[in-house]
C-alpha cells in the first residue's frame, strides 16, 4: 500500500510540522483486505484544498488520521471507529531533519502557509547533498557545524561562514580571516603582557563564493588564525602556585 505523510511548512519560523504515516486509504484498503480506511486519499486532499494556516491544518490531520481504523476479521474496532484519536505530529528546523522523516515515503503531501491546498513535494529537492572533502577531511555544513564540538582544523562549508559573519557585524573581515562580531572571551597575550578579546575566526582555504571552504581555527586574537594567549583560569593557578 502506499505510504504517505503530509506536512505544513511555516515560512515564518522555518518549521515543518510533519503527520504520522499514512499506509493506504479506504480504495486500497478493500482491494488488499486489510484494514479500514473511511475515505480515499483524494477525498482527504479535497478536505485540504482549503488549508492555508496551521490550524486548519491541524484540524484536518486529525480527521484524517481518525478515518483508519484496525481491524479484527475486517471489522473496524468499536473502540477505534468512535473515538478521535490523538495525532502523532513531528517538528523540525532544517531539510535533514525533514529527510529522516520523509525520505523513505511513496508521497509527501506539502502544505504551505497562505498557500491554499497540498502539493506533492519533490523528495529529491530535500535530500542531503554528497558531503564534500578537502585535503582528505570532511567538509562540516551548517546543518552539522556546532560551535561547541568545533575543533580548529575543521573545514567548514562558505554557509557556516556567511552565517557567522551575518549574526552581527564582523569584527574582521578580510583576505586574511572573517571573525565573528562577538568576543568569545579574554585572553592574556604574552606578547603585549594586555589582556584582548578573542573570536571565533575563519580562515579561506579554497574555492570561491559561494563555493569557498574555510578553516575554522577557534578563538583567536584580532586579525589572527591561531589560538594562543592565556586563560583566567590558567592566570589564576599559576598565582596560586606561586603564592604557595
Known sequence: MTRRKVIFWNDLNDSYIVS????????????FGLGACDHTWPEFMEAMSSVSNLADFLKVISYITASYHATVNGVPLPEQANNLPGSRLNVVHSHKELYNLVGDMDEVWEVK???PGAHLLDVSTIAPKP???WDGKEVIDEDDF??????????????????????????CMSTR???????????????????????ATFRKVGGEWPNGIWEYCGHCFWGETVERGKEMAHIQNLLATIER
Request: hydrophobic share 25%.
Open 113 to 115: 502557509r497562505n498557500i
Open 177 to 199: 580571516c572573517s571573525q565573528m562580531g562577538e568576543p568569545y572571551s579574554s585572553k592574556l597575550d604574552e606578547k603585549t603582557g594586555e589582556w584582548r578579546s578573542t573570536y
Open 20 to 31: 504520522e504515516e499514512y499506509n493506504g486509504d479506504k480504495a486500497e484498503m478493500e482491494r
Open 131 to 133: 558531503k564534500q572533502v
Open 146 to 171: 556546532d560551535y561547541a564540538t568545533a575543533k580548529p582544523g575543521d573545514f567548514v562549508t562558505q554557509a557556516v561562514v556567511d552565517n557567522a559573519m551575518d549574526c552581527l557585524p564582523p569584527v
